[in-house]
């Protein structure tokens, strides 16, 4: 099963993180998107380029109804032509599994949405 088809778990405080070996084979899942560190906290990042702002608004738009659903919410930068969003969970500062299949369906909202990838 692919990452975008699995459905997220709910997110204790003491929920596991993903080690290094789980996210080297995890990230093969989601081309393009990045670990980074920010103070401490592994999270997930992409960067999505579109035409104009109206189309990068409605991929903000729809990240956030994704978000909505599952209830577990990352950080959007909404630019003119440009969205950057952000995956981790909170609770756990740091990566769980779910911030993963959330950024697999965030990529296919991005083949949805059509913009114009760079």
């Known amino acids: 099963m692919t990452l975008a088809k699995e459905h997220c778990e709910a997110c204790r405080a003491d929920a596991p993180k993903v080690d ?5 084979s995890l990230m093969e899942q989601i081309p393009g998107w990045a670990v ?3 103070d401490g906290i592994k999270q997930l990042e992409k960067s999505f380029h579109f035409s104009n702002f109206r189309q990068a ?5 729809h990240v956030g109804e994704l978000a909505e659903e599952v209830q577990h919410h990352p950080a959007i930068l909404l630019e003119w032509g440009k969205v950057t969003v952000t995956w981790w969970s909170h609770k756990i500062r740091g990566l769980h599994r779910n911030d993963f299949i959330l950024a697999a369906k965030t990529s296919e909202l991005e083949t949805t949405d059509s913009p114009d990838t760079v």
């Not at 608004?57 to 738009?61: D, M, R, T, V």
């Open 20 to 24: 290094d070996a789980q996210i080297n």
């Open 36 to 38: 980074l560190d920010r």
């Open 57 to 61: 608004l409605n991929f903000a738009n």
